[in-house]
């Protein structure tokens, strides 16, 4: 994917003007001429290498930024490249992190069996292409999984951790 330059600057100015970027402005334009606010209300005048200064300014930020980038990228291909080796460890922690909700008592045994059913019959379908389902199982199914999921919202809210439902 392509952007122009000039979609590039728009975006840029648009970003420095939001309002968690612009409140840091005289902070940076502070630290960048080497004289505060209430020097320059005295008299005072910025020192003359304000671009000495705002060049190791933004090569730091470059190499900081360039860095993290190049570092989550790397470790990115590092994830696809042994997605089939590690997706077994991810499994075992989403199971852990699974038992122990169980275990805390913040998912009911009824729904953890529901779960394991569930599992159960998922696996059943990659193995064999042929599975048949009645309109009547699956209603059940729904049914369970929507009563899995109301009880995970009312354990969210009593955490306090439940965002709020949409409109629908």
Same mark, same amino acid.
């Given at each position: 994917?392509?952007?122009?330059?000039?979609?590039?600057?728009? +975006?840029?100015?648009?970003?420095?003007?939001?309002?968690?970027? #612009?409140? =840091?402005?005289? *902070? !940076?334009?502070?630290?960048?001429?080497?004289?505060?606010?209430?020097?320059?209300?005295?008299?005072?005048?910025?020192?003359?290498?304000?671009? +000495?200064?705002? #060049?190791?300014?933004?090569? *730091?930020?470059?190499?900081?930024?360039?860095?993290?980038?190049?570092?989550?990228?790397?470790?990115?291909?590092?994830?696809?490249?042994?997605?089939?080796?590690?997706?077994?460890? +991810?499994?075992?922690?989403?199971?852990?992190? *699974?038992? @122990?909700?169980?275990?805390?008592? %913040? =998912?009911?045994?009824?729904?953890?069996? @529901?779960?394991?059913? *569930?599992?159960?019959?998922?696996? %059943?379908?990659? !193995? /064999?292409?042929?599975?048949?389902?009645?309109?009547?199982?699956?209603? /059940?199914?729904?049914?369970?999984?929507?009563?899995?999921?109301?009880?995970?919202?009312? !354990?969210?809210?009593?955490?306090?951790?439940?965002?709020?439902?949409? /409109? +629908?």
């Amino acid at each position: 994917m392509e952007v122009s330059l000039l979609a590039a600057f728009v +975006a840029g100015t648009i970003s420095f003007l939001s309002p968690c970027v #612009l409140p =840091l402005v005289p *902070g !940076y334009i502070s630290m960048l001429s080497g004289i505060g606010v209430e020097q320059l209300q005295q008299g005072e005048q910025p020192r003359a290498r304000l671009f +000495a200064s705002s #060049l190791a300014f933004v090569s *730091g930020f470059s190499v900081v930024f360039i860095t993290f980038g190049a570092s989550a990228s790397a470790v990115g291909q590092f994830l696809v490249r042994n997605k089939s080796l590690l997706a077994p460890f +991810a499994g075992a922690v989403i199971i852990l992190f *699974g038992l @122990h909700l169980i275990k805390s008592g %913040a =998912l009911e045994a009824e729904l953890s069996s @529901h779960l394991v059913e *569930g599992l159960d019959e998922r696996l %059943a379908a990659d !193995y /064999d292409p042929n599975v048949q389902v009645s309109e009547v199982e699956a209603r /059940d199914q729904c049914r369970r999984a929507a009563a899995f999921v109301e009880r995970i919202r009312q !354990y969210l809210t009593a955490q306090g951790l439940a965002m709020e439902e949409p /409109d +629908a």
